[in-house]
């Protein structure tokens, strides 16, 4: 018995020595994954596993570095063995969800999300995570429920406040996401994306003049980012600056000169700058990269008509009708292109359809010219 017990005394040093060997061989590889030594610390972490099999730490720690590393199916193995081990790992639940999310498999990470939560109630990063899932499944009233509770378990996060500041856009509650994002500013005035997310606040409550202020200081963070441009080009044109939108359309499209939307946009502003032939070369651009949108052939059709091309706004409103037949201004402004082209009888048909299609303007053309 004395024999057996001394064994057994030694078996327990021996597994409290691999434990401690494995804490520390974790410990060096934080430290390591903190200076971006990837490789030595996943050594490390696999050292550690080697040491004591029954570690869970050293699964979860290689585990972020995978997801660190975009391995997410490696990370996923790693999670299911430590939570093998421990099954009340908080952690490894929240970040296997994350592994889940990376991959696009939101459903399953908004489980594992879950049950981290139900491991720890107050787990404020779980609930936050369980909110993206939720935002990209267009659970926009779940989302904002986890993005609240997160930032009651953790108020001194701005990110948590930016947010469910964007939940608040979408749900259309314009003026509480406003104080989020303001509350995010207070904590942390360093990111150009709260700028930019209030002004689109304030742009949707009619505050033009604030949202341009958000948007200068968004593009004083941040010059290289074309949206921000196109944003504040928005706000301008809503103040009728519309030299200043342009300019800003003209810096959106240097920086990104793909965008088919900022072509249609800056050539709006130059038909209101009367500008019909720079509008039109805009227009062309515009359909060159997406032939698929017919506001852009209704758009070059006004220009169109302003430069008494008729036939040509005409090629242009019915290739937008064959995309989208339930337009009545397009069948309007074909109608009175047709009738500048002296063909009376299929304007008249054009008002005819605009008319049955909701649009009342319609009605004194029919009488007008319709006899």
């Not at 296997?96 to 981290?116: C, M, N, P, Q, V």
């Not at 406040?161 to 995010?184: H, Q």
């Not at 201004?329 to 047709?338: D, I, V």
């Not at 004194?364 to 006899?371: G, L």
Request: hydrophobic share 40%; glycine share 6%; charged share 30%.
């Amino acid at each position: 018995m004395t024999k057996r017990l001394v064994i057994f005394c030694m078996a327990i040093g021996t597994w409290a020595q691999a434990q401690d060997s494995a804490q520390q061989l974790v410990q060096a590889g934080i430290k390591k994954v903190e200076s971006q030594e990837f490789a030595a610390a996943q050594l490390d972490f696999t050292k550690a596993i080697s040491a004591d099999a029954k570690y869970a730490p050293g699964y979860f720690e290689r585990g972020k570095l995978r997801n660190l590393q975009e391995d997410f199916y490696g990370a996923i193995g790693d999670f299911n063995i430590a939570i093998e081990i421990d099954s009340n790992y908080a952690e490894a639940y929240n970040h296997r969800g994350l592994s889940k999310f990376y991959l696009g498999d939101d459903e399953s990470a908004i489980l594992d999300f879950t049950k981290a939560i139900a491991k720890q109630q107050d787990f404020a990063d779980a609930f936050s995570n369980r909110g993206f899932s939720k935002f990209n499944l267009e659970d926009i009233e779940g989302a904002y429920f986890d993005f609240s509770k997160a930032i009651e378990y953790d108020p001194n996060d701005a990110d948590k406040y930016y947010n469910r500041g964007v939940v608040r856009v979408e749900l259309e509650e314009f003026v509480g996401a406003i104080d989020d994002y303001n509350k995010s500013i207070e904590i942390d005035n360093t990111d150009p994306e709260v700028f930019n997310y209030r002004g689109v606040a304030r742009y949707n409550i009619g505050d033009f003049v604030g949202a341009v202020a958000d948007y200068d200081k968004a593009i004083a963070m941040d010059s290289t980012d074309a949206v921000k441009y196109d944003n504040r080009a928005m706000s301008k044109s809503a103040l009728e600056d519309y030299e200043g939108a342009l300019d800003d359309y003209n810096r959106s499209l240097a920086l990104f000169p793909e965008d088919p939307d900022t072509f249609n946009q800056r050539g709006g502003i130059k038909y209101v700058l009367e500008d019909f032939e720079g509008a039109i070369q805009d227009y062309d651009t515009a359909i060159a990269l997406d032939a698929e949108e017919a506001l852009f052939y209704d758009n070059r059709a006004l220009s169109k008509i302003q430069l008494q091309d008729y036939k040509g706004a005409v090629q242009d409103l019915t290739t937008s009708i064959a995309l989208f037949p339930n337009d009545p201004e397009a069948y309007y402004n074909r109608g009175l292109a047709k009738i500048n082209l002296g063909n009376n009888y299929d304007g008249c048909l054009d008002f005819n359809t605009a008319l049955e299609l909701g649009l009342n303007e319609a009605q004194a053309a029919i009488k007008e010219y319709c006899k």
